[in-house]
Protein backbone atom coordinates (compact mmCIF):
# COMPACT_ATOMS: atom_id res chain seq x y z
CA UNK A 1 0.00 0.00 0.00
CA UNK A 2 1.49 3.24 -0.68
CA UNK A 3 0.25 6.94 0.71
CA UNK A 4 0.90 10.21 -0.25
CA UNK A 5 0.72 12.66 2.57
CA UNK A 6 0.82 16.28 2.18
CA UNK A 7 1.77 19.22 4.68
CA UNK A 8 2.70 23.08 4.61
CA UNK A 9 -0.87 24.70 3.95
CA UNK A 10 -2.92 27.02 5.44
CA UNK A 11 -3.59 30.70 5.91
CA UNK A 12 -1.32 33.60 4.33
CA UNK A 13 -1.78 37.73 2.95
CA UNK A 14 -1.44 38.14 -0.32
CA UNK A 15 2.24 38.18 -1.38
CA UNK A 16 3.76 36.17 1.30
CA UNK A 17 5.18 32.37 0.98
CA UNK A 18 4.30 28.88 2.25
CA UNK A 19 6.20 25.83 0.93
CA UNK A 20 4.16 22.07 0.33
CA UNK A 21 5.49 18.91 1.24
CA UNK A 22 4.36 15.61 -0.26
CA UNK A 23 6.14 12.36 0.92
CA UNK A 24 5.33 8.86 -0.08
CA UNK A 25 5.27 6.20 1.48
CA UNK A 26 4.49 2.27 1.20
CA UNK A 27 5.84 -0.26 -1.30
CA UNK A 28 7.54 1.91 -3.37
CA UNK A 29 10.09 0.52 -6.25
CA UNK A 30 10.94 3.52 -7.72
CA UNK A 31 8.73 7.36 -8.34
CA UNK A 32 8.90 8.39 -11.84
CA UNK A 33 6.59 11.83 -12.14
CA UNK A 34 5.30 13.91 -9.42
CA UNK A 35 3.50 16.88 -9.57
CA UNK A 36 0.89 19.59 -7.49
CA UNK A 37 -2.62 20.03 -8.19
CA UNK A 38 -4.80 22.39 -7.31
CA UNK A 39 -8.44 22.64 -7.58
CA UNK A 40 -10.43 26.10 -6.89
CA UNK A 41 -14.72 26.39 -5.75
CA UNK A 42 -16.09 25.61 -8.58
CA UNK A 43 -13.55 24.92 -10.81
CA UNK A 44 -12.01 21.66 -12.28
CA UNK A 45 -8.53 20.23 -10.85
CA UNK A 46 -5.68 22.04 -12.81
CA UNK A 47 -1.84 21.15 -13.11
CA UNK A 48 0.23 23.63 -11.22
CA UNK A 49 3.68 22.16 -11.01
CA UNK A 50 5.35 18.42 -12.39
CA UNK A 51 8.70 17.42 -12.07
CA UNK A 52 10.05 14.58 -13.85
CA UNK A 53 13.26 11.78 -12.62
CA UNK A 54 15.70 13.29 -13.86
CA UNK A 55 14.62 16.65 -12.19
CA UNK A 56 13.02 18.21 -15.34
CA UNK A 57 10.35 20.74 -14.54
CA UNK A 58 7.04 22.23 -16.39
CA UNK A 59 4.52 24.89 -14.77
CA UNK A 60 1.72 26.26 -15.27
CA UNK A 61 2.08 29.71 -16.96
CA UNK A 62 0.09 31.47 -14.11
CA UNK A 63 3.03 30.23 -11.75
CA UNK A 64 5.45 30.46 -13.60
CA UNK A 65 8.40 32.48 -12.22
CA UNK A 66 6.25 32.53 -8.69
CA UNK A 67 6.25 29.00 -7.73
CA UNK A 68 9.02 26.31 -7.83
CA UNK A 69 8.94 22.58 -7.75
CA UNK A 70 11.47 20.22 -6.50
CA UNK A 71 11.77 16.96 -5.15
CA UNK A 72 14.42 14.80 -2.31
CA UNK A 73 14.65 11.51 -3.83
CA UNK A 74 15.94 9.56 -0.69
CA UNK A 75 13.02 10.98 1.26
CA UNK A 76 10.73 10.21 -1.73
CA UNK A 77 9.17 13.71 -0.75
CA UNK A 78 8.01 16.58 -3.42
CA UNK A 79 7.89 20.05 -2.56
CA UNK A 80 6.28 23.01 -3.94
CA UNK A 81 7.94 26.38 -2.60
CA UNK A 82 5.25 29.38 -3.10
CA UNK A 83 6.49 32.79 -3.35
CA UNK A 84 4.42 35.92 -4.10
CA UNK A 85 1.13 34.26 -3.48
CA UNK A 86 -1.99 35.65 -4.85
CA UNK A 87 -5.83 35.28 -3.87
CA UNK A 88 -6.35 33.50 -6.81
CA UNK A 89 -3.95 30.84 -5.70
CA UNK A 90 -6.52 29.89 -2.78
CA UNK A 91 -7.66 26.17 -3.61
CA UNK A 92 -6.70 22.88 -2.84
CA UNK A 93 -3.45 21.67 -3.29
CA UNK A 94 -2.68 18.33 -4.46
CA UNK A 95 0.27 16.43 -4.80
CA UNK A 96 0.46 13.23 -7.53
CA UNK A 97 3.14 10.65 -8.24
CA UNK A 98 3.67 7.92 -10.94
CA UNK A 99 4.76 4.65 -8.37
CA UNK A 100 6.33 1.62 -9.80
CA UNK A 101 6.15 -1.18 -6.65
CA UNK A 102 8.48 -4.34 -6.33
CA UNK A 103 6.20 -6.42 -8.92
CA UNK A 104 6.33 -4.06 -11.89
CA UNK A 105 2.92 -2.22 -11.65
CA UNK A 106 3.09 0.99 -11.95
CA UNK A 107 -0.15 3.54 -11.15
CA UNK A 108 -0.80 7.14 -10.08
CA UNK A 109 -1.25 8.26 -6.65
CA UNK A 110 -3.53 11.45 -5.06
CA UNK A 111 -2.56 12.91 -1.77
CA UNK A 112 -5.81 13.84 0.53
CA UNK A 113 -5.25 17.47 -0.68
CA UNK A 114 -4.12 20.68 2.02
CA UNK A 115 -6.16 24.00 2.16
CA UNK A 116 -4.41 26.96 0.78
CA UNK A 117 -5.72 30.66 1.58
CA UNK A 118 -4.32 33.54 0.36
CA UNK A 119 -6.21 36.51 2.07
CA UNK A 120 -6.23 39.79 0.06
Known amino acids: QVQLVESGGGLVQAGGSLRLSCAAS????????MGWYRQAPGKQRELVAGITSRDSTNYADSVRGRFTISRDNAKNTVYLQMNSLKPEDTAVYYCNADISDYFGATRKYWGQGTQVTVSS
Open 26 to 33: GSIFSINA
